[in-house]
Structures are given as C-alpha cells and as structure tokens.
C-alpha cells in the first residue's frame, strides 16, 4: 500500500515553454500533497503544500506563479512550470499524506527530472 | 527554526554494521523518520519512531532515539552492497506538519 505515481519521470523542454508534472496517490486519499525540488547530492527543498480544495501553501522564495500548484482531488495534485528557463532544470519530487493515518509520514513518487535546454 | 543535521558520507564494508547519526532540534517532534534514496529515484520510509519510544528494531534496522541529546540514529546490521544510497532523517515540523529533511548521508558500501 501507500504508493505515489508522478508522471512523467523525465521530460526535456525548450525554454519558455510550460511542463506539467502530476502525482498521484494510487491506493489511498491524500488531502495533503507535498511537492519538492532536490538539486545534485543535496537534501530535498520543500517548494509547496498542496491541499485538496484549497489554494497551495509556497514556501518563501517560491514563486507561485512560476510554479503553479492544482490540488483537484483527493488522489491528484499537478505541478506546472511555467514558461521554464534552464535554472529550473532540477528534480522534482512529490509525496502525499494519508488521510487516514497520524503519524504525518509521507509516501514519495519517484521523482521527475525536468531539463529545460 | 527547525533544523536537522547528519553527517554527509559514511563507507563501510560489507558485512560490517552501519551507523547513521542525525540531530534535530524540535523537540515537540512525536515521529521522527528514516527515509532511503537510491540514485534517481523516490525516497522510501524505512522507518519511524515515536517520540516515547528509545529503541525501534525491525529486521536488519535498530533506530535509537535520545530526546534529552535530540540525537537520533540509524543502524544498519549486516549492511549489502544494496544498502549503499542516501539516507535522510526527517521530523515533522510547521502548521502542516510537513517534514523537515537532514541533508542526507551517503552511505557507500564497499565489497
């Protein structure tokens, strides 16, 4: 049980075009979805807290309307980097917490490596 | 605010027990994880222990817990070449209790 889907795991794109990346709880709900970027050899940064129904909460320095943030239901949450400039080449992990459950562990995705050429 | 710090490498032989250290600071923390990265990909909780707890053991993994020194650690019995990846330690923190990552250790295992 507790896995996160995140599609795609790797996507290449121009610079100025749009990439939307989706995670999926696939066999639990999660009201709450977490999205991260991890750089090379460093420790995950936490970008965003995305609940289900309401307005996703941007760490600081995040710019909101770079990365866009859509938690629509209780099993989906999508990220969308708008017009991406090669600094925003980076992987992109997402996890989810579990509804049901309160030890507040989140279960990860695989990640997504964004390079924007 | 809340910080949590681990050492960056450990290498160790196969065989031999492995141990991964982590401070943190928030002491109001009633979880605190372990989670493994392999290359290019996810990480996966191995484990968790409640802040009531001192000791957890399951199978190959003994986390121990200090809360008066917030020091907790990850031993790894026996450790496999396919135990070399990064681990994190983690505790929950902020209004969403989201999780606060260590920087992670690179555990390398050598034959």
């Known amino acids: 049980g507790a896995v996160v889907s995140q599609h795609p795991s790797r996507v290449i794109c121009k610079s100025g075009t749009s990439v939307k990346i989706e995670c999926r709880s696939l066999?639990?709900?999660?009201?709450?979805m977490f999205w991260y970027r991890q750089f090379p050899k460093k420790s995950l940064m936490l970008m965003a807290t995305?609940?289900?129904?309401?307005?996703?909460?941007?760490e600081q320095g995040v710019e909101k309307d770079k990365f866009l943030i859509n938690h629509a239901s209780l099993t989906l949450s999508t990220l969308t980097v708008t017009s991406a400039h090669p600094e925003d080449s980076s992987f992109y992990i997402c996890?989810?917490?579990?509804?049901?459950?309160?030890?507040?562990?989140?279960?990860f995705g695989p990640g997504t490596r964004l390079t924007v050429t | 605010g809340e910080d949590v710090e681990q050492s960056l490498f450990l290498s160790v032989r196969e065989g031999d027990s492995s141990v991964i250290n982590c401070t943190y600071t928030?002491?109001?923390?009633?979880?605190l994880y372990w989670y493994k990265q392999e290359p290019g990909a996810g990480l996966q909780l191995l484990t968790y222990?409640?802040?009531?707890?001192d000791m957890k053991q399951d199978q190959r993994l003994t986390v121990l817990l200090n809360k008066k020194d917030k020091h907790l650690s990850l031993r790894i019995a026996d450790t496999q070449t396919g135990d070399s990846a990064i681990y994190f330690c983690?505790?929950?923190?902020?209004?969403?209790?989201?999780?606060?990552f260590g920087s992670g250790t690179q555990l390398t295992v050598l034959p």
């Open positions: 996890s989810a917490r579990s509804s049901r459950v309160a030890t507040y562990e989140q279960y």
């Open positions: 066999d639990f709900q999660a009201t709450t």
């Open positions: 995305s609940n289900e129904g309401s307005k996703a909460t941007y």
């Open positions: 928030d002491s109001s923390s009633t979880y």
């Open positions: 222990i409640f802040s009531n707890m």
């Open positions: 983690a505790e929950p923190s902020g209004s969403a209790r989201q999780l606060t």
